[in-house]
């Protein structure tokens, strides 16, 4: 389960990645990947995988404000819902785009619902 917001497809989104040197969110599945296609908010790019072999995520960040973006090789699920998640609201994100991220997070969890 993955969910892409943004762009037109993975390989559309797989080339901006690699040319933004976050070529690693690509050693796990993608789990969510979020383009701000509006000019509010602080988040401009925000992708997640899910690491191969624990139960950690990779986290890609770029802000709208320029100097810094983010790359968090291991953060835990309870970072994904207690800070990207409030970012993302912060953010005024889409309903539609909420529920996808907390759905694709809870999938790779293993709390998916039957």
């Excluded at 993955?2 to 993608?30: A, H």
């Excluded at 191969?52 to 835990?76: A, K, M, Q, R």
């Amino acid at each position: 389960m993955t969910q892409i917001f943004g762009w037109k497809n993975v390989e559309e989104l797989s080339r901006e990645v690699i040319n933004l040197r976050f070529s690693g969110l690509f050693s796990g599945p993608l789990v969510f990947a979020y383009k701000n296609t509006g000019k509010s908010g602080t988040i401009k790019v925000l992708i997640v995988s899910k690491r191969l072999y624990d139960s950690g995520f990779i986290v890609g960040e770029i802000p709208f404000s320029e100097g810094w973006t983010g790359f968090l090789p291991n953060v835990s699920p309870v970072y994904l819902e207690e800070a990207v998640y409030p970012e993302l609201i912060k953010n005024k994100t889409e309903k539609e785009i909420l529920e996808a991220f907390i759905a694709n997070v809870n999938y790779y969890e293993g709390k998916q619902q039957s």
